[in-house]
């Protein structure tokens, strides 16, 4: 009797450890409940400009945190701008915004890195790279920085018919790093997806205190399987006979809180089709990552982002506080005065 009821614990106890281990293991994106969805049936937090996070008050800076930590966060998709070293190695790519004197974020084969060892140590997270060809760079050039950073094993490449895999196939694949490209696509590097073959988007520039739109911005009035939804405001100001937009960490809260679930809403009726990358700026403030997860249609898993220390990164500081709005406003002076500098130099809805 004693070595039955030991055996039965025995047994009772592998089972629950498996059990466990295989909850574990279903964990797609952090939500076993995405594990069945189709690639194209998810929606995942987007930072927009994920690399124009430093230097701090810096023209065009879009983001609090660093790469590494937008990932440790839960940040699933990443736009990036490629462009020419200054240096004018041809053997990397350099990630910066309009131009590399204005954002300089440093080479692609570092950011690659951070992302191959986050993929490296966590099997069960799928990721997606949407890129501006900025610089109009051939493939080679993106497989060659891929290939160095050890990631194109991870690439995933489309099938013929153009269906998705689940999330599960893709993790069970070890295929789970997707990359659009918005020009230049061609078949040397198939991994390398034509954007608007697949996604369409909406409007990207949406001047403070303007309606969200909900249009088909590119390509120009045709639909696509997937889109991404565009929610990040600038102000505006004209200079040298430049319209200027300049990011408003000041307004994150209210813009990635409530009138991000206002913009889905509408873009949901509209279009009577989920949002896949729901691109944001300042992604730590506001509600991206709760709204994230109810499109999904899951429980947000309660885990909140990294807010940046005070005095660290462009906005720092909890917006809506006096604090914030003061790091805010010191912040786009020296925006603006950048800028100057440059211009004379040179389907149900969401109830959050």
Same mark, same amino acid.
């Given at each position: ?33 995405l594990c069945a969805k189709t690639y194209d049936q998810v929606a995942y ?48 790519? $350099?990630?910066?915004?309009? +131009? ?5 974020? #440093?080479?692609?084969? %570092? &950011?690659? @890195? ?91 520039s949406i001047p403070k205190d303007t309606p969200y739109p909900c249009t ?21 100001? $004209?200079?040298?006979?430049? +319209? ?5 960490? #000041?307004?994150?809260? %209210? &813009?990635? @809180? ?60 909890t917006g809506g506080t006096g604090t914030g709005n003061a790091a805010s ?24």
């Amino acid at each position: 009797m004693r070595s039955s009821l030991i055996l039965s614990l025995g047994a009772l106890l592998a089972t629950s450890l498996l059990m466990q281990a295989d909850a574990q293991q279903q964990l797609c994106n952090g939500y076993a409940e995405l594990c069945a969805k189709t690639y194209d049936q998810v929606a995942y937090a987007t930072a927009h400009n994920a690399y124009a996070y430093t230097p701090p008050g810096a023209l065009g800076t879009n983001q609090n945190n660093d790469i590494p930590t937008q990932l440790k966060d839960g940040i699933r998709a990443f736009m990036l701008d490629a462009y020419n070293p200054p240096s004018g190695d041809t053997s990397d790519i $350099q990630l910066c915004h309009s +131009t590399c004197s204005l954002v300089d974020a #440093g080479p692609l084969s %570092k &950011t690659l @890195g951070q992302l191959k060892a986050f993929m490296d140590a966590n099997p069960n997270e799928v990721i997606t790279i949407l890129w501006e060809n900025a610089a109009n760079l051939s493939p080679a050039r993106y497989q060659a920085v891929y290939t160095a950073a050890g990631l194109v094993p991870y690439s995933y490449t489309p099938t013929a018919n153009g269906a998705w895999p689940t999330l599960a196939e893709m993790i069970s694949s070890k295929k789970r790093l997707v990359s659009f490209i918005d020009n230049g696509a061609d078949a040397s590097v198939p991994w390398l997806m034509a954007e608007y073959d697949f996604v369409f988007e909406t409007p990207w520039s949406i001047p403070k205190d303007t309606p969200y739109p909900c249009t088909v911005d590119r390509p120009k009035d045709q639909r696509k399987p997937m889109y991404v939804l565009n929610h990040f405001i600038s102000g505006q100001f $004209q200079s040298g006979g430049k +319209t200027i937009d300049v990011p408003q960490p #000041g307004a994150a809260e %209210k &813009t990635n @809180g409530v009138d991000l679930t206002t913009h889905i809403n509408s873009c949901m009726t509209t279009f009577n089709q989920n949002p896949n990358f729901i691109a944001v700026d300042f992604y730590e403030k506001g509600t991206v990552l709760q709204t994230v997860a109810q499109v999904n249609g899951v429980q947000w898993n309660g885990k909140g982002p990294t807010q940046p220390k005070t005095g660290s990164g462009s906005g720092s500081g909890t917006g809506g506080t006096g604090t914030g709005n003061a790091a805010s406003q010191q912040m786009d002076k020296r925006v603006l005065g950048a800028i100057s500098a440059v211009i004379v130099g040179s389907i149900g809805l969401l109830t959050l």
